[in-house]
């Protein structure tokens, strides 16, 4: 019999920090799921924006997995797993590089097709919102991988350049330094375009 709280957490389960949720993990594994409920909707989020839906159940699990396979290690004096997270969600991703390029690129090509669309405003804001979109996919797949990564991170993953720091495993300063480059690099490309990154 699964005695769950209504919150649909184990029983005897009182949701705090993700670090108390970790070290409790340890002993009692069926903590660990407080964690999947609390960060794998933002994971999964993220890792639609990068590598597109069909991959993101697929990189969720396997972060989630080689975290509870990681989580003895886990720094106890970081209360937030999120960063821990999307450090792991970012090398997971790393494997699929290749394939994220690809999608960026396939993403560039893609454009609505004027014989199958009837000829109206709507039509023009979507080819013009496409190309833009476009432009941007085809400037993310020229950044250098460290670049796109941290940038990705700040902007999609919504995490702070600390946070993004903890999650690549370098320091602040570099995240910083990558996150302006990278920016740059898409101003250069993108010419008056603001893509709000």
């Not at 997995?65 to 090398?91: C, H, K, M, S, V």
């Not at 039509?123 to 797949?141: I, K, N, S, T, W």
Request: glycine content about 6%; hydrophobic content about 40%; some cysteine.
């Amino acid at each position: 019999m699964d005695m769950r709280h209504q919150s649909g957490h184990p029983a005897g389960v009182t949701v705090t920090d993700d670090a108390t949720v970790i070290a409790r993990s340890r002993d009692d594994p069926e903590h660990f799921a407080v964690l999947f409920e609390r960060h794998a909707p933002v994971l999964k989020r993220y890792v639609i924006l990068r590598l597109g839906e069909d991959a993101a159940d697929d990189i969720v699990a396997e972060t989630f997995i080689a975290a509870f396979r990681q989580r003895a290690t886990y720094d106890l004096t970081r209360e937030n797993a999120r960063p821990w997270l999307y450090g792991i969600a970012t090398n997971c991703i790393g494997r699929h590089r290749r394939r994220e390029i690809t999608l960026y690129k396939a993403l560039s090509r893609k454009g609505v097709d004027p014989v199958d669309e009837p000829f109206t405003d709507q039509v023009h804001e979507r080819v013009a919102a496409h190309r833009l979109r476009d432009r941007l996919l085809r400037a993310l797949a020229g950044l250098p991988a460290g670049h796109r990564d941290a940038l990705l991170l700040v902007t999609w993953g919504e995490l702070s350049y600390e946070h993004a720091a903890q999650s690549l495993g370098v320091p602040v300063g570099t995240v910083r330094s990558r996150v302006n480059r990278a920016r740059q690099k898409l101003r250069r490309k993108l010419g008056d375009i603001d893509p709000t990154l």
